[in-house]
């Protein structure tokens, strides 16, 4: 009797997909003993010899035409069920699914992967089947199969009998019909139950299931079902796992051997390297062709031949292509499929085709760069890197690399480092100053690099640090971005965007990993400090490139059920199939996070190889031979290198470091990342055919956007120029500008755009007015020697003192008696005191125009600096911060500026607001009475009511009389 059981795994392996190497048979094996080997008898109904009562038995069912057994058997037995029986299993022939190997694909349907439950299915039509299988098959199993009516009489006569006088043990003799029955109609208990009933019930069901069914479609049923071994069931899983091809290419020797199998696929197993094992098969092999010849199936020539030559076995290793790509695919799949309702076990066994968003080719050459380049590394303790590519527009991952070699335990290799979060470096800097111009910051604000020291509650002093330790003085977003200085990121977080912002805005564009929590984090974050995964960043970066669109990044293409129907397709993406009402289309899901202008500048900015040049040179690895966008990074203690890259069509991301977060040698984002990017983005421009595959609605996007619109470019002058004394501007940049506030998500998936405010107006009473973005021009008197040094700065306990002043500033009511002074261009300071001192004693050591502290007073304006000491009167005061003008959200910003005086001058200083919220003035915050240089003097909490608003800063002596004019600053509140 052939075995019925499944072996759930080959037993000499625990590892899935094990196959030794193939195995050449054309002769008995050497060592092999052919009397010895035990043969298996063959089914056919001719090989069955009764003795005496079963031949009259079977002459008796013979005369009465079959009937008087069968009547008495099913009678008997079976009667009162029969009736329903029929209906009821028949019925579910029509609708029977058997469990069936799930495909995954790549794009253009190369195999990445078998998902086997039970085992390997892939059903096939009648047609397919090779002749020679079906001949082999009815020759072994059921000679008379073509005629007879489902069951062989004179076998189940025998049966019947030897079941009445007891003899429960003798075999069946089972039709390919009733075997189809047995396998399919009934379940696996009742499958091996040996009673009369259930007999009665197999053998009432083969004869209907012969009147119902053409015996093709039974042979077809039969062979799509039937067990090989190995897992292997139906022909179609035999002919790949023993001959790595189709069923419809086997041979006739081929055929034969797996038409022997099905009686015992565990002792007969081709695959099993014993020699008696291999003598059995042999043996078995060989009774198949002499069946075959004995049938009239084929000739002696034949027959011959296929002996002669033999057969060579070419079990399959299972393919498993782009491996971390692949399980991660899976796992997105099944997701898929439950949310599209399917249960757990039709997506198990459903026989699916799954055409997944990876191009192996491009996989594999993505692999290849990062094997070269870890190979390089050897001595700088480099051992792992990964590799994530996404087609922007529609979030495609055309490849994902997870480790250098997926098989090497040494580095985790199994591990997909694209899904594992690590700390990002530098490359996050970018959505600090696109957060930074969401919130009104502009390209063109000047921004210090210089030593800073922020204190933080209950840490140590926080001392940000460049890569190169050295400070590069003030710059504009574009030098401090192109180039990855580090203070200026941390310097933009700190006043211009803030940790919490910064968390929701990198959430907003993907990145959730990072959590809502600020007080997890602190300024490092803009360094690197919030872990995110490779993926994450990719898609983050997508963001840019899709000209502020965020798509989510998907791994299925198309879903095809195991009869060619289409399931589920993404953006019409099926290459094939047949769609149907059920059909599921998807496109892609977008959300507009971010204005496009702001997409703009920060590509336009990565894209610039003359501004990073200070930094990288000019022909550093990041320069590709179209435009493209790059940023890199390397965390602190040099455990992770980044690249990250990118075109309208094409994003890269690429980390290189050690698994076990070990320290790398010598090495940075350009040196140990950078040339796995450059080599994989560059690499898929060259190839047409792969660059085809980031074609969206069949046409690739320009590499980069045209200039969207609302913004202009505009000649700025340099601050790195500004020499001291400065009567005008020596050089000029140019720089792209925002001509409106900047969109904010309205929550819909579009952008909600602030009111565009009136332009500030000049203030006629301030000693300085700001002329170009970051350079104020003012009417300054130099001060001798004697007066600046004898300026005395009344500062806050832990406040720097700023250097000793080399001008004073004269206000506009005391030009008149200013014969002295002098119209130069100044450098805006930093917003903080202590920046501010670090900044000026920077300014001064490069002779850099620094915008000075000190407001004239009017013995000084008239002096022309020629005091030996400052008079008693003199308070230095100015708001810097807001800027006339201001447009305020709905944010606290601090008021910022100096309120300077002698001890026993000012009682106290304070500031009202005044606007369509407070009709009349009113007191924000506090009265202070310490003196403050370049830092915060107040916080202000905006109004809830939009409009223009006036914010008054009044300076009280001791008697409570007002010491000077009070300082005025229009703003406006969205």
């Known amino acids: 009797m052939r075995s019925s059981g499944v072996r759930r795994q080959d037993r000499r392996s625990n590892r899935p997909g094990y196959a030794p190497p193939p195995t050449l048979i054309g002769a008995p094996p050497v060592n092999a003993q052919p009397n010895a080997r035990r043969k298996l008898p063959s089914k056919r109904r001719r090989g069955f010899r009764p003795g005496c009562i079963a031949i009259a038995l079977g002459v008796i069912v013979t005369l009465c035409g079959g009937l008087t057994l069968l009547t008495v058997l099913i009678g008997g037995i079976a ?54 299988v079906i001949d082999a098959t009815v020759a072994t199993e059921d000679d008379e199969f073509w005629t007879n009516i489902g069951i062989d009489i004179a076998a189940t006569s025998l049966a019947f009998t030897n079941f009445i006088t007891g003899d429960v043990n003798t075999a069946g003799g089972s039709t390919i019909t009733q075997q189809l029955v047995r396998n399919v109609l009934f379940d696996a208990e009742y499958r091996s139950e040996r009673s009369a009933t259930r007999k009665a019930e197999e053998i009432a069901l083969a004869i209907a299931l012969t009147t119902r069914e053409s015996k093709e479609r039974i042979l077809e049923l039969y062979l799509n079902e039937i067990y090989y071994g190995n897992l292997a069931y139906g022909i179609e899983a035999a002919a790949q796992t023993f001959f790595s091809k189709p069923a419809r290419a086997l041979t006739l020797a081929e055929s034969a051997l ?86 757990p076990d039709v997506i198990a066994a459903g026989g699916f085709r799954v055409y997944t968003t990876v191009d192996i080719e491009i996989n594999n050459m993505a692999q290849a760069a990062v094997r070269e380049q870890i190979s390089r590394l050897g001595a700088n303790n480099v051992t792992n890197g990964a590799v994530v590519v996404l087609k922007p527009i529609t979030g495609e991952i055309l490849a994902m690399v997870g480790s250098a070699d997926y098989d090497n335990e040494a580095i985790d290799g199994s591990f997909n480092v694209t899904l594992g979060l690590r700390q990002p470096g530098s490359t996050v800097k970018v959505f600090t100053y696109a957060a930074a111009l969401e919130r009104g910051m502009s390209p063109g604000d000047v921004i210090w690099d210089t030593r800073t020291e922020i204190g933080i509650p209950g840490q140590p002093m926080y001392v940000p640090v460049n890569y190169d330790n050295t400070f590069h003085g003030p710059m504009r977003m574009r030098t401090a971005l192109a180039n990855s200085y580090n203070i200026p990121a941390v310097q933009t977080l700190r006043h211009n965007v803030g940790v919490a912002y910064y968390i929701d805005f990198v959430r907003r564009l993907g990145m959730t990993s990072v959590t809502g929590d600020p007080s997890l984090y602190g300024l490092s974050i803009t360094l690197g400090g919030a872990e995110v995964s490779p993926l994450e960043l990719t898609r983050g970066f997508s963001v840019f490139a899709n000209e502020g669109v965020f798509v989510d990044s998907e791994a299925i293409l198309c879903v095809l059920d195991s009869d060619g129907k289409i399931v589920y397709q993404y953006e019409n993406s099926c290459p094939t199939g047949t769609p149907t009402p059920q059909t599921v289309d998807r496109s892609r899901l977008t959300a507009r996070v971010l204005d496009p202008r702001i997409a703009y500048v920060i590509s336009d900015i990565l894209s610039d190889n003359a501004a990073r040049s200070q930094a990288f040179g000019s022909n550093s690895i990041l320069r590709t031979p179209f435009q493209s966008s790059v940023k890199t990074g390397t965390t602190n203690e040099v455990k992770d290198n980044w690249t990250v890259g990118y075109t309208r069509n094409v994003a890269v991301g690429v980390w290189v470091g050690n698994s076990d977060g070990s320290r790398m040698v010598n090495t940075s984002g350009v040196t140990g990342a950078a040339p796995i990017w450059n080599q994989v983005i560059t690499t898929i421009y060259s190839n047409s055919r792969w660059l085809d595959q980031f074609k969206f609605q069949g046409q690739l996007l320009p590499d980069q956007a045209g200039v969207p619109q609302g913004m202009s470019r505009r000649s700025i002058c340099d601050v790195r120029a500004l020499q001291d004394p ?113 900044a000026e004693s920077y300014a001064r050591s490069r002779g850099l125009a620094f915008l000075p502290t000190v407001e004239c007073s009017a013995d000084l304006a008239a002096a022309g600096g020629g005091f030996g000491s400052l008079p008693s009167g003199v308070v230095n005061a100015n708001v810097t911060f807001p800027a006339p003008g201001e447009v305020l959200g709905g944010v606290p910003v601090a008021i910022l500026g100096t309120i300077d005086f002698a001890p026993g001058q000012v009682s106290v200083y304070r500031f009202l607001i005044r606007g369509p919220q407070f009709p009349e003035w009113t007191m924000i915050g506090e009265q202070h009475s310490n003196p403050v240089v370049n830092g915060q003097l107040e916080v202000l909490y905006p109004p809830y009511v939009p409009g223009a608003y006036e914010l008054k800063l009044e300076i009280l002596a001791p008697d409570s009389s007002l010491i000077q004019v009070p300082i005025t600053v229009p703003f406006n509140v969205q």
């Open 726 to 838: 400065a009567s005008g501007c020596p050089a000029q940049v140019s720089e792209w500008f925002l001509d409106g506030p900047a969109g904010v998500p309205d929550g819909l998936g579009g952008l909600a755009y602030p009111q565009q405010q009136p332009p500030p107006q000049p203030d006629p009473n301030s000693s300085a007015q700001l002329v170009s973005p970051g350079v104020y021009q003012a009417w300054v008197t130099r001060l001798s020697p004697e007066v600046s040094n004898a300026i005395q700065f009344s500062v806050a306990p832990g406040q720097k003192r700023p250097p000793a002043p080399i001008y004073c500033r004269v206000p506009p009511s005391l030009l008149g008696t200013a014969s002295s002074a002098q119209q130069q261009l100044f450098i805006a300071p930093p917003p903080d005191g202590n920046d501010a001192a670090e």
């Open 258 to 343: 797996l038409a022997g199998l099905p009686q015992a696929p565990r002792d007969l197993d081709p695959l099993n390297p014993d020699p008696a094992v291999q003598g059995a098969v042999y043996d078995r092999w060989r009774l198949v062709l002499d069946l075959m010849l004995s049938e009239n199936f084929i000739t002696q020539e034949e027959h011959d031949a296929a002996l002669r030559d033999g057969y060579t076995l070419v079990p399959p290793k299972p393919p498993l292509n782009a491996p971390h790509f692949t399980f991660f695919a899976r796992d997105q799949w099944q997701q898929l499929m439950e949310s599209l309702g399917y249960s």
């Open 79 to 132: 009667y009162a069920r029969v009736g329903d029986l029929l209906n009821e299993r028949l019925a579910s022939l029509d609708t029977y699914n058997p469990f069936q190997t799930t495909f995954l694909l790549d794009r253009n349907g190369r195999e990445l992967y078998q998902i086997i439950g039970e085992g390997r299915r892939t059903r096939i039509p009648f047609a397919e089947i090779p002749k020679y």
